[in-house]
């Protein structure tokens, strides 16, 4: 693994980890979350011939905040034009909730052939607004941290009742980070939340739009226990993007990749693999 360090929109400096060699695939992770999400899925990928990019959000883990608190649609797709570049040439899009919502936005206003295949994570055009309050009251749930990092990982187990509270809190540890007053907070800018920066990033009209000018090969992965995209939900957008392939992965809500990153591993392989070197 390399570590990488680039300048997206507006010179905002934007990290990542780069693995592997042979086809390019982009990895965006969800919001509030790092690109240590895809650490499982990226060294498979490597191991499988593909070359992987997984960059930390603008506002999230190592990225640099916005200094104008600009979280807006375009901003992020702005980032997204600058970690294609970092490729020699296009690659295969893999992004979770906010990170897929950025692909999906960047697929229909980028040049064409930016993006040479798109895999979308439990995120469509529509979502279930309940399931898109309980993921937003969870992010600002905690506005003064915690007291330990077993604090937050009680948070998240109580977030998460299905999975098991892991011992190890290693990789929780790289969602938080300790202010000097000794509390932990999420890595993320609490600015991201700004009505305008969310308001843009739900626009159900616009994603529709984006979604119906897919012509790129397109898998949709749900948790079958997702609170936010629902069975209707795939319909809509399958409806939507009538070439799109679609999986269900069994015993996973709304964070496949981490409820059951094996699982999601090998329902993408079988998609990604026409485009093995």
């Known amino acids: 693994m390399t570590r990488v360090t680039f300048d997206g929109h507006g010179g905002l400096r934007l990290a990542g980890d780069r693995r592997g060699h042979g086809t390019p695939v982009l990895m965006l992770h969800g919001g509030g979350q790092t690109r240590h999400a895809w650490a499982g899925t990226a060294a498979a990928l490597a191991r499988e011939g593909f070359q992987s990019l997984s960059v930390d959000l603008r506002g999230h883990g190592d990225s640099g905040w916005a200094p104008d608190g600009d979280y807006s649609v375009g901003a992020f797709v702005g980032d997204l034009a600058a970690a294609i570049r970092q490729f020699d040439a296009p690659p295969i899009g893999i992004g979770a909730s906010m990170g897929g919502i950025v692909?999906?936005?960047?697929?229909?206003?980028?040049?064409?052939?930016?993006?040479?295949?798109?895999?979308?994570?439990?995120?469509?055009?529509?979502m279930e607004p309940d399931g898109v309050s309980r993921i937003v009251g969870f992010m600002t749930a905690h506005p003064e941290g915690f007291a330990t990092v077993d604090a937050a990982a009680d948070a998240v187990a109580a977030y998460l009742p299905h999975r098991p509270r892991p011992q190890d809190l290693t990789g929780l540890r790289k969602n938080l980070r300790e202010r000097p007053d000794g509390r932990w907070v999420w890595h993320w800018d609490p600015a991201m939340l700004g009505e305008t920066n969310m308001a843009g990033e739900r626009d159900v009209?616009?994603?529709?739009?984006?979604?119906?000018?897919?012509?790129?090969?397109?898998?949709?992965?749900?948790?079958?226990?997702?609170?936010?995209?629902?069975?209707?939900?795939?319909?809509?957008?399958?409806?939507?993007?009538?070439?799109?392939?679609?999986?269900?992965?069994?015993?996973?809500?709304?964070?496949?990749?981490?409820?059951r990153n094996d699982a999601f591993t090998s329902a993408i392989m079988g998609f990604l693999g026409p485009f093995r070197p």
């Open 103 to 126: 692909l999906l936005h960047g697929a229909a206003s980028l040049p064409p052939g930016s993006l040479r295949a798109l895999v979308l994570v439990d995120i469509a055009p529509k």
């Open 205 to 259: 009209s616009r994603l529709e739009d984006a979604a119906r000018a897919l012509a790129i090969p397109t898998l949709l992965v749900r948790g079958t226990q997702s609170d936010l995209l629902s069975e209707d939900g795939v319909r809509h957008f399958q409806m939507l993007v009538p070439h799109a392939e679609f999986v269900d992965v069994g015993g996973a809500g709304h964070m496949i990749v981490g409820d």
